[in-house]
């Protein structure tokens, strides 16, 4: 089995930082994309930033210049590094990423269950 764990979210005033992580874990021969989606309420979930295992980056317009992904390939593990945060940067964060496991021939997507960010103003 293969199990994706956020941590880092929690309450932060309007113009501080937060630094989420996401580690998998299980049984995994190879990690492809990793990726941090963001869910506000009454509103539906989307990209935040993404990853992939070569580097490449994207992320959402709301948070360019703002957010850094990065990611430990040796430890699994994805980063979002938040700065300057916003109100409207309060949603749960979650991690997402394609993974191969091992003695396993597809890849699969697959969700954390979050963490919540909040930002006051």
């Known amino acids: 089995q293969v199990q994706l764990v956020e941590s880092g979210g929690g309450l932060v005033q309007a113009g501080g930082s937060l630094r989420l992580s996401c580690a998998a874990s299980?049984?995994?021969?190879?990690?492809?994309?990793m990726g941090w989606y963001r869910q506000a309420p009454g509103k539906q979930r989307d990209l935040v930033a993404g990853?992939?295992?070569?580097?490449?980056?994207n992320y959402a317009d709301s948070v360019k210049g703002r957010f850094t992904i990065s990611r430990d390939a040796a430890k699994n593990t994805v980063y979002l590094q938040m700065n300057s945060l916003k109100p409207e940067d309060t949603a749960v964060y979650y991690c997402?990423?394609?993974?191969?496991?091992?003695?396993?021939?597809?890849?699969?997507?697959?969700w954390g269950i979050g963490t919540l960010v909040t930002v006051s103003s």
């Open positions: 299980g049984s995994i021969f190879s990690i492809s994309r």
């Open positions: 990853i992939t295992s070569g580097g490449n980056t």
């Open positions: 997402n990423a394609d993974i191969t496991q091992r003695a396993s021939t597809y890849t699969r997507n697959y």
